[in-house]
T-cell receptor
Framework: GEDVEQSLFLSVREGDSSVINCTYTDSSSTYLYWYKQEPGAGLQLLTYIFSNMDMKQDQRLTVLLNKKDKHLSLRIADTQTGDSAIYFCAETYTGYSTLTFGKGTMLLVSP | DGGITQSPKYLFRKEGQNVTLSCEQNLNHDAMYWYRQDPGQGLRLIYYSQIVNDFQKGDIAEGYSVSREKKESFPLTVTSAQKNPTAFYLC???????????FGPGTRLTVT
């Protein structure tokens, strides 16, 4: 079945860039997502990318997709303490289909 | 103000009791989903519904039941058959084009 893997923890200093990585196994994935979860809250959809794209930029967020290696990354520029949260990578292969999530990467931003 | 609401935010029950978690959306979304989240784990799909009066089991449906009588509402019942019900439960819905899934704020259920 499908599997999505993420590193569990990342620590950066305020003002630095953060890069959160994700690998997936399903080569038929067509949509790949990044969600943010703050403590005790639901998931916030940050951004998503279609599999026919290599890169998507949205303000401080840059998503890179390497389909050959099945690797997805999220770069946060000028990381702030408010970016401290758990970040989930997810994938699906059709619209209206269910998402498969990774276990999340905890990002800790120190002043 | 559009969105997904889940109530209550915290819920406490005694073992052996059924409990129903509410999920309502006013986004006019067709598909709705229930996930369970345990500490250090990703989200696991319990049930989902793509249209009214129809729903499918997810990966961990045992011990749970749902209904979808209205487009706006997708309540989840945690039955006494669920062996380890204490968890954070998240409801989600999908937009018209089907690829943007939005989440509610979650309900934390504690069963003792």
């Amino acid at each position: 079945g499908e599997d999505v893997e993420q590193s569990l923890f990342l620590s950066v200093r305020e003002g630095d860039s953060s890069v959160i990585n994700c690998t997936y196994t399903d080569s038929s994935s067509t949509y790949l997502y990044w969600y943010k979860q703050e403590p005790g809250a639901g998931l916030q959809l940050l951004t998503y990318i279609f599999s026919n794209m290599d890169m998507k930029q949205d303000q401080r967020l840059t998503v890179l997709l390497n389909k050959k290696d099945k690797h997805l990354s999220l770069r946060i520029a000028d990381t702030q303490t408010g970016d401290s949260a758990i970040y989930f990578c997810a994938e699906t292969y059709t619209g209206y289909s269910t998402l498969t999530f990774g276990k999340g990467t905890m990002l800790l931003v120190s002043p | 103000d559009g969105g997904i609401t889940q109530s209550p935010k915290y819920l406490f029950r005694k073992e052996g009791q059924n409990v129903t978690l509410s999920c309502e959306q006013n986004l006019n979304h067709d598909a709705m989903y229930w996930y369970r989240q345990d500490p250090g784990q990703g989200l696991r799909l319990i049930y989902y519904s793509q249209i009214v009066n129809d729903f499918q089991k997810g990966d961990i449906a045992e011990g749970y039941s749902v209904s979808r009588e209205k487009k706006e509402s997708f309540p989840l019942t945690v039955t006494s058959a669920q062996k380890n019900p204490t968890a954070f439960y998240l409801c989600a819905s999908t937009s018209g084009q089907g690829y943007e899934q939005y989440f509610g704020p979650g309900t934390r259920l504690t069963v003792t």
